[in-house]
Nanobody, 119 residues
Framework: QVQLIESGGGLVQAGDSLRLSCAAS????????RGWFRQSPGKEREFVAR????????TYADSVKGRFTISRDNAKNTVYLQMNSLKPEDTAVYYC????????????WGQGTQVTVSS
């Protein structure tokens, strides 16, 4: 069974940095668009960042642009989210996902990792 496993979450103070990792269980995902999403209590899940499987192009939500960086290591089937200058409003459960073109959606999701930023 295909799995995406996130790690790297934790409790930090405002202004600190964290790096999240998302490891895929299958090499197939090296060609997939991979994304990061987050969900805060009482809010809908929102898009954070994505990276293409072909040319490595990236897209970010306005709220994280300039502070977060998404990258991937296809040899390790792993995607990263480097988060700098963290703010209390970045507190959320962060999920990684893989986009399946044939289904036209993010079809694979990790279990989530908690990021808490204290002020």
């Amino acid at each position: 069974q295909v799995q995406l496993i996130e790690s790297g979450g934790g409790l930090v103070q405002a202004g600190d940095s964290l790096r999240l990792s998302c490891a895929a269980s299958e090499r197939t995902f090296s060609t997939y668009v991979r994304g990061w999403f987050r969900q805060s209590p009482g809010k809908e899940r929102e898009f954070v960042a994505r990276i293409s499987g072909s040319d490595g192009s990236t897209t970010y939500a306005d709220s994280v642009k300039g502070r977060f960086t998404i990258s991937r290591d296809n040899a390790k089937n792993t995607v990263y989210l480097q988060m700098n200058s963290l703010k209390p409003e970045d507190t959320a459960v962060y999920y990684c996902a893989a986009y399946e073109t044939a289904r036209g959606k993010y079809a694979y999701w990790g279990q989530g990792t908690q990021v808490t930023v204290s002020s």
